[in-house]
């Protein structure tokens, strides 16, 4: 018999013969295992249906001769039409073509470019408004048109005329297989020689076409519907707001001569080939512009891909140790318990000659042994469990699963399992032999160690950094953007935080010991006093359940309150800026009731005639009954990004980002700083809440003020500039009232680099106040005004304004009732920005503290009625052995949870900030510290209802009654 094989006997031996025992272990193990067997079957299963459009080999056609990069991530064609976006240079939009690929070119022309050796498919994405009898609502989706049936798993028997809808649009259109759903916004293009915008190329006739259900596909996710060609359109029909691939299959790949003889015919090609390994393709071989193997998107000398990458496998391998480290805590308890179980067994190992080696395999392999068999069953279970429910819920389609990530799975558990009980494998192997015959534990912690001081020092440690950094920022000083920019950045702080996580788990886990010290200085009452030495006498497994539950409490309080913070300062924001009566109606804008108008839609009479015939008179309701309906009107904004500013006022520096007034600088002149406040302010601002389109403008009349909190001044100011066909900014802006140039400007893409530059489109001279709200990001622009500064409006919301004030309750219960007839119009408080925040994870993590003590606490059972034994064979009450459990679980959940909530909270508070204010002692990024506030709902939660339900465990599991080892009455 091998050296191994004898050391692992007793360990095999115990799991056979008292399996109950191991069941902890195995469990711990096993339910991950089914969770993650069941989620790798069910994704795989789902992601089947991701893979329809994509293939190896695709291109796009851009209408006239191109010239690509071998990657096809920048190209040129000689219709001006560059790496997707149209020339911003002597040529003018109309003279361009669209940057969207089109489908003007025949099959066959492609074909004759590439031989004979590729079977040419097209696949067509069509935008579409999906309805049915069953509901009034339409559904925004998209089609794609697949040219064949056999594209989709399980190769249903589709014909023209019918459709597979993904599961959750026919869960919002209320059909089944066999019912019929329209098709709208299907058209054709209009003539791009005869229009002169793009946009009024994209428009779409307004056709329906009727199709019946056919399949469901069982994805709750994906948003596609499949019709089979030519269901809409052939190729020549397609319009030009539809994204269509043509597509290449073949028993090769596609060579660089074959992109090139695709590019002379106007195709874009790519290839996973050529994407994968574009060095396969010679420099020589290249056109001359995107010969180097470097982007040509990026700005030059600044390859940044490498910096990038290693960034990125630091951020994982930072998530990774963080979660494996918890999830060793969480698993290590048990073989600490089963640990202390055998140490007479190893005791008398080493006294027939096992060395301390022989001793650690025993327990290792306690961990690998319950790992190998908690892993079987969860895989095996939880495949099962996928595969019912999958026939269950969708019969008819294929289930699949991933052998492989099965594989990797039951090799982490396997291998986490015995990590798990490398720990208790060192400390049971350096107990002494007599001590261990005689029944004393060999982690008994029985006076105070200089070593155990290194936990408590490296949480100081972080802590006086962290309050360092909290008070002088010397690290953000020398860490910022005008220091490093881009990758280097992301790099430096990347490995700040895994410095920072190694040093914050090493101290949290290595005070697991000095915690447990502490428990045994516990002097009354009696029961506390004696269930604490219980506690010391055997830390081990009381620092492996405290370790298990203290990781997992501090990273979540801390995350928690960084979460809640955010929330806090929104709120107050939301509070301060937008009135209580206040209600937004938000919708989908693509669908029929809300649809965009087109972009040379200028007028704001016609954009607001379009949101009068708006379709969601329910929402209406529903708010109306429930505060009461006093006013309502359209929000109307830009139809692309888009900034006002106040001509000769503040510059700011492209290079130094430094900000100026008339050549004086605003970090150290009065007058400087006044004029600069409104674009230096960062976290002082909230933006508008329309958020649809990302701009800070909103179009409208006097009756839009209704929004904001004003003062009766602020009002009249305001209301008369907007009757004047002015402009409103913040009070964070320094202007009097009057006439002022404002200037428009746009974001436009630089042709080389790829990086946007704001560009001044329009200046004009219109009246302006400063009136709103100064934490507002945001301008309130006349219909006069916009229409001279040349704004495109669009339709993007209603506000509906209540007879009285919305609170956190009136919007759970709005929303909840919307919700019941419809899945795209939402009512929202402006002044509640967030609901009452109660996360789910305080939750999960409870019931997993819970489960832990309890899986511990009933199979140490054994040991701990064995040591009450003697307590009670001396004469103690029955009442006072049952108060020692409780107080044991009491115990050990208390060192767990305070500790950490406290860290936690402190941590927390030093990661905010505080508000940075300019020469003038005006605030110009808003603080987080003063929303900071205790976590009330966590600490309830696992600080108080934890130890609770812990001693009541405690005390349960303690059966006094059955005690007669040492005294018989």
Not at 609 to 623: G, L
Not at 923 to 945: C, D, K, Q, T
Request: charged share 15%.
């Amino acid at each position: 018999m091998s050296s191994l094989k004898a050391a692992i006997r007793p360990t095999l031996r115990d799991v056979k013969h008292h399996p109950l025992r191991s069941l902890a272990a195995i469990l711990l193990i096993a339910l991950p295992a089914t969770y993650a067997a069941f989620l790798i079957g069910d994704t795989t299963s789902e992601s089947q249906f991701y893979g329809i459009t994509f293939q190896q080999n695709s291109a796009q056609f851009f209408g006239s001769e191109c010239q690509q990069s071998v990657d096809a991530s920048a190209y040129r064609c000689t219709n001006g039409t560059r790496s997707g976006v149209a020339d911003q240079g002597e040529k003018s939009n109309k003279d361009s073509t669209a940057e969207r690929p089109i489908a003007t070119i025949s099959q066959d022309r492609i074909a004759e470019a590439v031989g004979n050796n590729f079977t040419v498919s097209m696949f067509v994405d069509l935008p579409v408004a999906l309805h049915s009898d069953a509901t009034t609502d339409s559904l925004s989706s998209t089609i794609t048109q697949l040219p064949g049936a056999h594209l989709l798993p399980g190769s249903p028997n589709l014909q023209p005329g019918d459709v597979v809808l993904s599961e959750s649009a026919a869960k919002q259109l209320k059909v089944g297989i066999g019912d019929k759903v329209r098709a709208t916004d299907v058209g054709k293009p209009n003539d791009p020689a005869t229009s002169n915008r793009e946009d009024d190329r994209i428009t779409l006739n307004a056709a329906d076409t009727t199709l019946t259900v056919k399949e469901i596909i069982p994805n709750n996710i994906h948003s596609s519907s499949y019709v089979i060609a030519p269901t809409f359109l052939p190729a020549t029909d397609v319009p030009n707001n539809a994204h269509v691939t043509w597509v290449f299959s073949g028993k090769d790949d596609l060579s660089w001569d074959d992109v090139k003889a695709l590019n002379k015919v106007g195709l874009v090609v790519s290839t996973q080939k050529f994407r994968n390994h574009p060095e396969t393709v010679p420099v020589a071989d290249r056109y001359p512009e995107f010969q180097s193997a470097q982007d040509p998107m990026r700005t030059p000398g600044t390859d940044n891909s490498m910096i990038a990458q290693l960034t990125s496998y630091i951020v994982e391998l930072t998530f990774y140790l963080l979660l494996a480290c918890l999830m060793l805590a969480t698993i290590s308890p048990v073989f600490a318990v089963a640990t202390s179980r055998q140490t007479k067994v190893y005791a008398l190992m080493r006294s027939q000659g096992a060395s301390r080696r022989h001793i650690r395999w025993a327990v290792m392999a306690y961990g690998t042994v319950s790992g190998a068999i908690g892993a079987t069953i969860g895989i095996v279970f939880g495949t099962i469990l996928g595969w019912g429910h999958w026939k269950i819920a969708h019969p008819g389609w294929p289930f699949i699963t991933d052998a492989g990530m099965l594989a990797i799975g039951f090799s982490i558990a396997v291998v986490g399992s015995t990590v798990a009980a490398f720990i208790p494998a060192i400390i049971a192997a350096k107990g002494e032999i007599m001590a261990g015959v005689a029944g004393m534990q060999p982690d008994r912690i029985r006076r105070w160690r200089r070593w155990m001081w290194t936990g408590p020092a490296l949480v100081l440690m972080m802590l006086v950094v962290l309050l360092v950094e909290w008070l002088g920022h010397p690290i953000t000083r020398f860490v910022n953007h005008d220091t490093f920019s881009g990758a280097t950045y992301d790099l430096i702080w990347s490995v700040l935080a895994l410095l920072l996580l190694v040093v914050i788990t090493g101290g949290v886990f290595t005070s697991v010991i000095a915690l447990v010290f502490l428990a045994g200085a516990i002097r009354k009452p009696l029961g506390a006093k004696l269930a604490g030495r219980q506690v010391r006498r055997q830390a081990l497994r009381s620092g492996a359940i405290v370790a298990a539950i203290i990781g997992s409490v501090f990273f979540l309080t801390v995350m928690e309150l960084g979460s809640l913070n955010t929330i806090n300062k929104d709120r107050q924001f939301s509070s301060e800026i937008y009135s209580p009566f206040a209600v937004g109606i938000s919708g989908a804008r693509s669908a029929s009731a809300f649809k965009t108008p087109t972009m040379n839609t200028t007028s704001y009479a016609d954009v607001v005639a379009h949101a009068a015939s708006d379709q969601s008179r329910e929402v209406f309701d529903v708010v109306a009954a429930r505060l009461g309906k006093t006013t309502e009107f359209p929000v109307v904004m830009p139809g692309s990004h888009m900034r006002l500013t106040l001509a000769d006022e503040c510059q700011v520096s492209p290079t130094t980002k430094a900000y100026t007034y008339h050549g004086k600088d605003a970090n150290t002149d009065p007058e400087a700083a006044k004029h600069c406040r409104y674009l230096r302010m960062d976290d002082a601002h909230l933006f508008l809440p329309f958020a649809m389109q990302d701009s800070d403008i909103v179009v409208g009349g006097p009756e839009v003020l209704q929004i904001f909190n004003l003062t009766d001044e602020q009002r009249a100011s305001a209301t008369q500039v907007l009757h004047d066909g002015g402009v409103v900014g913040t009070t964070a802006i320094v202007a009097e009232p009057g006439r002022r140039k404002i200037s428009v400007e746009k974001d436009t893409p630089n042709q080389v680099t790829a990086e946007s530059r704001p560009v001044k489109t329009k200046t004009q001279e219109v009246p302006f106040t400063a009136a709103l709200p100064e934490q507002l990001h945001g301008w309130v622009v006349s219909p006069q005004a916009a229409e001279k500064l040349g704004i495109d409006l669009v339709f993007d919301r209603y506000v509906v304004m209540t007879e009285r004030p919305g609170t956190v309750t009136d919007q759970v219960e709005m929303t909840e009732q919307i919700d019941a007839f419809n899945h795209y119009y939402h009512a929202h408080v402006l002044a509640v920005e967030n609901s009452t925040y109660e996360s789910i994870y305080v939750w999960v993590l409870f019931v997993g503290i819970l489960l832990i003590v309890g899986l511990v606490l009933i199979v140490a059972a054994p040991q701990l009625r064995a040591q009450n034994e003697q307590l009670y064979a001396l004469g103690a009450s029955t009442s006072l052995v049952r108060q020692i459990g409780g107080y044991h679980g009491a115990i050990t959940a208390i060192l767990g949870t305070w500790p950490a909530i406290i860290l936690g909270h402190i941590v927390a508070l030093l990661q905010t900030d505080f508000s940075e204010r300019d020469i003038n002692g005006e605030v110009l990024s808003l603080g987080s510290v003063e929303n900071f506030s205790l976590h009330w709902y966590l600490i309830v939660v696992l600080g108080l209802l934890v130890p609770a339900i812990s001693a009541t465990l405690g005390y349960v599991t303690t059966r006094s009654n059955r005690m007669l080892s040492y005294r018989q009455d």
